[in-house]
């Protein structure tokens, strides 16, 4: 009886130990993923990124980011891209262990974008978009290499410090609320203008066996900002001016549905309202 007692004491204190471990684990898993966020973000963007605080809790199945800043390419004035003000994230706790992480939710709340260039040109969205781009072209590399087999894969490619594969990720529904667009139109307006655009809402991101990977999603999510910023600009511009032409609407009717669109002509058509 006395070896037992002794026991459950032993099982008891070490179950308690267990729990602090947790709990400290816990208390400063935000600053682990706060300091992966600013590792990995450049490396997908390949522009800055910093984060003020991040908050996990891994009972809840819950985390949130608060101040999240992107940077803007080399060769942009502003110092920044986009500006999350708070976010927050449902996910399954247990799926953090394995290859694919499911995310319930996501909401993003108070996004201020910066748009800097030629909405029908270059601009630093689409440089981003680029930059994002090459890293997932890259890994496709990667993974396509890799699969050809040790016997056609050249020593140095095999070699034991080879990295892991990415983890997959599954977001069933993402939600972008209260955007707005602070755009500095290069050669289109002369003067800078602030505009909202519409909730984002994008649903079954990666659901399946395959997944998304994080590079996949951020240019998806990218891809519908830069979107919409484009259409709310060219919607902007063709409200400009009474006198502006039925060619000049027309030509921005045509930038907002995708095509192409002739920025001489545009700039006849609204006259001093555009940069010369």
Do not use: C, W
């Amino acid at each position: 009886m006395k070896k037992i007692k002794i026991i459950l004491g032993i099982l008891v204190v070490l179950f308690v130990l267990a729990v602090i471990a947790v709990l400290m684990v816990g208390a400063h898993l935000g600053d682990i993923v706060k300091a992966g966020l600013e590792v990995a973000g450049p490396k997908i963007t390949q522009t800055t990124l910093t984060v003020d605080s991040v908050n996990v809790s891994l009972l809840a199945g819950s985390a949130g980011v608060k101040n999240l800043v992107l940077g803007n390419p080399d060769g942009y004035r502003e110092p920044q891209s986009l500006i999350l003000s708070n976010a927050s994230i449902s996910l399954v706790p247990g799926s953090v262990l394995s290859d694919k992480i499911v995310i319930h939710s996501v909401e993003v709340r108070g996004l201020e974008v910066t748009f800097e260039g030629n909405p029908l040109g270059a601009n630093n969205l689409n440089k981003i978009m680029a930059n994002v781009d090459s890293l997932s072209g890259s890994a496709k590399a990667d993974a396509n290499a890799s699969a050809t087999g040790p016997a056609t894969a050249p020593a140095s490619q095999t070699q034991p410090g080879a990295t892991k594969p990415a983890k997959k990720l599954e977001v069933d529904d993402l939600v972008i609320s209260g955007v707005k667009v602070h755009a500095s139109l290069t050669g289109i307006l002369t003067q800078d203008v602030t505009l909202p655009i519409p909730d984002i809402h994008m649903t079954a991101l990666g659901q399946g066996t395959d997944g998304i990977t994080a590079s996949d999603l951020t240019k998806k999510v990218l891809g519908e900002i830069s979107a919409d910023t484009i259409k709310a600009l060219a919607s902007y511009a063709s409200d400009l001016g009474r006198g502006a032409t039925d060619a000049a609407k027309n030509a921005l009717r045509d930038a907002a549905n995708g095509n192409g669109v002739n920025v001489d002509k545009l700039k006849q058509g609204l006259g001093g309202l555009l940069g010369k």
